[in-house]
């Protein structure tokens, strides 16, 4: 069910803006943030009452004059009431904000969708080698893995490759077990289906090499042999060196510094509260 919801999405998204892949990510991703930025304020200006908006900013202001006059004379009294009313206001204002986030959720979505899939990664490039990665628990290494052959795909250093240990560089630990692949493959815009064979069973890996697209980077496989299957991506990054934080990756802090500025500088141009 996700699976499907997921395709038609995608079918809607890239119908709208697949043209952007065409262009530097860089200015995709301006295109992108300053578009969803134009949503978020038409959106707020259609779906809230903008003169009752206007009125109760106007009443923040004067409140928060009189809450500093009320300090300065030390009137507790005045001061617990001005409080309470600036209080109300902002829950009317908070109330207010409802009607435009639920209004803006599909398009948004729908763009979040398209970014994760489409530009959270760069493209392979058909003129360098693919490096291809499947990972093994320790006790497969020193085992062989095969890659079936197919069209339009040439590796390095041949089909069969020797599961081998992978090292964490911080604490020199074997962690897990590794086999790698440098793939020279032709530019098609038809996906190759990548098949691993291993221990008698075979998995299964999508790798899109057309300039344009990536293919999901990381597969994870739960019936045994190969733990994790992966087409060795280059992270995005905003003007290629804004970096991620903590769970966000990093096309999601470059929409982020572009969304949140150009929102704000388009309702202050538009008047809208």
């Known amino acids: 069910m996700l699976n499907t919801l997921t395709i038609i999405c995608m079918s809607i998204t890239d119908f709208l803006f697949g043209w952007l892949l065409y262009l530097p990510r860089d200015l995709t991703l301006f295109i992108v943030g300053t578009g969803t930025a134009l949503i978020l304020t038409l959106v707020r200006l259609f779906s809230t009452n903008q003169e009752h908006l206007k009125r109760s900013d106007e ?3 004067r409140l928060a004059a009189l809450i500093k006059e009320a300090k300065k004379k030390k009137d507790k009294e005045a001061l617990a009431r001005y409080r309470s009313t600036k209080q109300q206001v902002e829950m009317k204002i908070f109330q207010a904000e409802g009607k435009p986030l639920l209004a803006s959720l599909i398009p948004i979505s729908l763009v979040a969708i398209w970014c994760f899939t489409r530009i959270a990664y760069l493209p392979s490039d058909p003129s360098k080698p693919v490096a291809v990665k499947a990972y093994f628990p320790v006790s ?4 062989y893995v095969h890659m079936l052959p197919q069209n339009g795909v ?10 081998k240990e992978d090292v964490d560089k911080t604490t020199g630990a074997v962690i897990n077990g590794v086999a790698e692949w440098k793939l020279l493959c032709e530019k098609t815009s038809k996906p190759y289906s990548l098949v691993l064979r291993f221990n008698g069973k075979t998995f299964n890996k999508e790798l899109i090499v057309d300039g344009l697209k990536y293919a999901e980077p990381v597969m994870f496989y739960s019936d045994g042999g190969i733990d994790v299957i992966e087409s060795v991506s280059k992270e995005y990054k905003l003007f290629g060196f804004v970096p ?14 572009l969304v949140i500025p150009f929102s704000l500088l388009m309702k202050k141009v538009l008047k809208i509260y």
């Open 244 to 257: 991620g934080i903590w769970v966000m990756q990093a096309w999601i802090v470059g929409y982020m510094i």
């Open 154 to 163: 040439k590796p390095e250093n041949g089909w069969i490759e020797k599961v």
């Open 59 to 61: 009443d923040k202001i």
């Open 140 to 143: 497969s290494i020193g085992s």
